[in-house]
């Protein structure tokens, strides 16, 4: 009896890890479909470091939806930060 619960144990654990990965490829995947950098949020020359949506202006200023200061766009992208 204790060798058939270890077996179901065994198979069970490798079983679940399985599928985890499984369900984290298709996550993946689907994130990368997605499309990231459009819309004047990301676009404009000056953006939202948090990209709120439909913020983003030609002239520096604050974001109307959270307050932050904007960045220029190209400070932004500098270091990396890439969509």
């Known amino acids: ?15 679940a890890c399985g599928d985890a990965a499984v369900a984290t490829d298709a996550a993946t995947e689907t994130a990368a479909e997605t ?10 020359a000056y953006v939202c470091p948090m990209h709120c949506t ?3 202006s030609d002239t520096a200023g ?4 959270c307050g932050m200061a904007y960045v ?3 400070e ?3 270091d990396g930060h890439n969509h």
Do not use: I, N
């Open 54 to 56: 439909d913020s983003g």
């Open 1 to 15: 009896m204790a060798s058939f619960l270890m077996v179901f144990v065994l198979t069970f654990s490798f079983t």
């Open 62 to 65: 604050e974001c109307p939806k």
């Open 76 to 78: 932004h992208t500098e």
């Open 72 to 74: 220029a766009q190209g």
């Open 35 to 44: 499309p990231h950098g459009e819309g004047k949020e990301f676009t404009s």
